[in-house]
């Protein structure tokens, strides 16, 4: 039977797209996904494996199926379709554009603060991005109990609001994110307090849900210069929070540490970058020069303030060797010393990957051994639960 012209086409055109699919899904190695999907807090690496895989094995099939069995299928399949395809393809481009303009309606907030009303509350910043609301208490159910937040005036969190950060005594500053804030934990379980009670020195816990490498160093910049006596300043690192430091959808810092206004994207393409988190190799080499220059540059800010500097990188659980290679070359290749602290991958809050009380008091001994402020110890009962603390270079 011979095929007519349009049948022709159409199985010309699958078989085309079949062969680039079965060639894409050949490409893309497990190099390739490692240097584009990067290591994510949210969700274990193995699970991203499985769905890369899945999807990879679906694009092979397809791709075969296209190429090599159905061709004539889809050919015949045009052949009998009456609506021309200029119209149809003009329909997709307006129903993309209509898509965009509905989106537009809506406003959507950085990644790391999707939900307005979550505690700890948060309000907008203009250089920072947000702070967390000053002066109040929130309550949240996380890990099956109630946790009180509760902030000073200056948006510190303390253990009671009429228990405020005094900046005239002698303080140990934290700066991070919600592993560093305490998510899930009590003011008294929380790292910053532990020190603090570990070392008989004030602590003041700067850190702030969802913040990225420079955000932390700005929040740093602007709160120092409030303190008389810093002692010490402790920051947090994770390779799996690297991937904030490459958003621009918050004000961020760029080359040189040059303040950068928040970018303005396309509503369906920072949805579908939260879905298919990939990343551009010129992007992650930019990070990692940018992720470099803020570490040092909380390092130095801190020293010339005659505080003792120090980066502890908390691991929980085993340490992928992608998550392995990135701390190699964000931290080792660039010479900045590091406390790393290894955690036992069940010691989180309960349907949470957050650290639990038991994670953060090992945390908090070593960074209190670290400093050599007073005598880390564990708790009765608890001795050994460090899997492994690595102490890269004295802080200097």
């Not at 907030?109 to 967390?132: H, K, M, N, S, Y």
């Not at 303390?158 to 899930?184: A, H, N, Q, W």
């Not at 009962?381 to 102490?391: A, P």
Request: positive net charge; aromatic residues 8%; hydrophobic residues 45%.
């Amino acid at each position: 039977m011979d095929l007519t012209p349009r049948q022709r086409i159409g199985g010309t055109v699958a078989g085309i797209i079949g062969i680039a699919l079965l060639a894409g899904a050949m490409a893309a190695t497990e190099g390739w996904f490692d240097r584009h999907f990067l290591p994510s807090f949210l969700l274990p690496r193995r699970w991203y494996a499985l769905l890369f895989t899945a999807v990879r094995v679906a694009l092979a099939a397809l791709g075969i199926w296209l190429a090599f069995v159905g061709r004539s299928r889809v050919g015949r399949l045009v052949a009998r379709t009456s609506a021309p395809a200029i119209p149809v393809a003009v329909a997709a481009v307006l129903a993309l554009g209509a898509s965009e303009l509905v989106l537009r309606s809506v406003h959507l907030r950085p990644a790391e603060w999707l939900v307005p009303d979550e505690e700890p509350r948060r309000q907008p910043d203009a250089r920072l991005g947000w702070t967390f609301v000053p002066s109040r208490v929130g309550r949240k159910a996380i890990g099956g109990r109630s946790i009180e937040y509760a902030f000073d005036a200056a948006g510190y969190r303390v253990r009671r609001g009429d228990e405020p950060v005094d900046p005239d005594r002698p303080t140990i500053l934290f700066v991070g994110e919600s592993v560093m804030f305490g998510e899930g934990l009590t003011w008294d379980e929380s790292v910053p307090a532990q020190v603090g009670a570990m070392t008989s020195v004030q602590s003041a816990n700067l850190a702030v849900h969802g913040y990225s490498t420079d955000q932390a160093y700005l929040r740093l910049q602007s709160e120092l210069p409030h303190f008389r006596h810093p002692v010490a300043v402790v920051s947090l690192f994770m390779t799996v929070l690297f991937g904030r430091n490459l958003d621009d959808d918050r004000p961020h810092l760029g080359a040189g540490l040059v303040w950068l206004p928040a970018q303005s994207q396309a509503h369906l393409a920072s949805l579908a970058k939260l879905l298919v988190p990939y990343r551009r190799d010129e992007t992650v080499e930019r990070g990692l020069v940018l992720t470099r220059e803020a570490l040092r540059a909380v390092t130095d800010l801190s020293r010339q303030r005659g505080a003792t500097p120090l980066l502890v990188v908390p691991q929980l659980g085993r340490e992928e060797a992608a998550e392995r290679d990135l701390r190699h070359r964000l931290l080792d290749e660039a010479q900045l010393p590091y406390l790393l602290v290894e955690i036992d991958t069940n010691w989180r809050i309960p349907w949470d990957r957050h650290p639990n009380a038991r994670a953060a008091r090992i945390i908090a001994a070593a960074i209190a051994d670290r400093l050599h402020l007073g005598r880390a110890s564990d708790a009765p009962g608890q001795t050994g639960l460090v899997s492994s603390v690595r102490r890269i270079g004295p802080p200097r």
